[in-house]
């Protein structure tokens, strides 16, 4: 993919993540006004960590914010062509999917917490965390995604 045709992808991406999140929640990820560059600057800048993945039978990671790659020690190319069951340790995967699969029939969760794993091995505990369904605008669902403040080292 060249830069324009992932700024493409990325913009309509991240409107979807946002039309979602309002949606599920009734709350706004960014500025309602935000326009292109800007709508991407303030998600991709953003303080809280911003993280989805596809809707393959294992999903792949295809979104990081700032925050999210510098949390999992990865760059975007690492993320994605990470399987999101990855970003826990094997002993938390099955409470993973278990989450997942709450969002799934419910299409949000709100005030999720669990422990994670970066790259490089580090262990963090996520806190209220919002995830939530993805779906296009045709309706279709298309992965899910996660959105987190706080987060500690453990």
């Known amino acids: 993919m060249n830069d324009t045709t992932t700024s493409a992808w990325q913009l309509t991406h991240l409107r979807i993540l946002a039309r979602c999140f309002k949606s599920a ?6 500025s309602p006004e935000a326009e292109g560059t800007d709508f991407l600057r303030q998600l991709n800048d953003a303080s809280f960590v911003l993280v989805s993945h596809g809707k393959e ?4 990671l295809n979104y990081g914010n700032a925050a999210a790659l510098k949390l999992w020690d990865m760059t975007i190319d690492e ?5 999101s069951r990855l970003t826990a340790e094997t002993p938390n995967q099955e409470e993973r999917a278990a989450l997942l699969a709450q ?6 969760i709100d005030n999720y917490s669990g422990i994670r794993i970066s790259k490089r091995g580090r262990r963090f505990r996520i806190e209220r965390a919002t995830v939530w369904n993805l779906t296009n605008d045709q309706g279709e669902y298309c992965g899910q ?8 080292d453990i």
């Open 57 to 60: 039978a294992d999903p792949i």
């Open 25 to 30: 929640t009734g709350r706004e990820l960014v």
């Open 103 to 108: 969002v799934a029939a419910h299409g949000v």
């Open 145 to 152: 995604a996660a959105m987190f403040t706080d987060w500690k």
């Open 79 to 83: 993320l994605r062509s990470t399987p």
